[in-house]
């Protein structure tokens, strides 16, 4: 089961949009997991024409998105169990909160940041997928492919060109 993360999209902004070869990852996948910041419903209704979607509300989502997403969640798929959030909180200790703030899950998703993060803390993954649009200190844009078989979970990241 191949699953794409995204988060941190700011759109609509001007004219950017999402990367073609971030287009297709998500029309390919069979869920598409989205760590906030899309910052308006109109993005996530994009984002769900495109594939199934799960996602929390950002810090710069409308009001509008913080009635129709949480701020965190747990998602079942393909025998794995992923916590999602939006902010981590600070650096220091961030891994081990995220995983504590989410027991018995083999993997977290965040946002936030806009630096891409894949590690393993004990047995369960930290993914940040940094962000296809916008990427600030991070040094490309990016998003994260997560591919589940048979419970084993194998995170790629993606670097973004067009």
Not at 94 to 123: I, K, N, W
């Amino acid at each position: 089961m191949k699953i794409a993360i995204i988060a941190d999209t700011h759109l609509p902004r001007g004219a950017r949009r999402l990367p073609d070869e971030c287009v297709r990852s998500l029309q390919e996948a069979e869920l598409i997991l989205h760590g906030g910041d899309f910052v308006t419903v109109e993005t996530l209704r994009q984002l769900e024409r495109l594939g199934a979607v799960a996602g929390v509300a950002g810090n710069m989502d409308e009001p509008r998105l913080h009635k129709l997403l949480p701020e965190r969640r747990v998602v079942e798929v393909g025998g794995a169990r992923i916590g999602m959030v939006h902010i981590p909180g600070r650096l220091y200790g961030r891994a081990q909160r995220l995983v504590s703030m989410f027991p018995d899950c083999d993997a977290v998703v965040y946002g936030h940041t806009h630096l891409a993060e894949v590690t393993l803390h004990g047995d369960c993954w930290v993914l940040n997928p940094g962000s296809p649009t916008e990427r600030r200190r991070a040094p490309a844009r990016t998003m994260l492919e997560l591919e589940i078989d048979a419970e084993e979970l194998v995170p790629k990241l993606i670097r973004l060109t067009t």
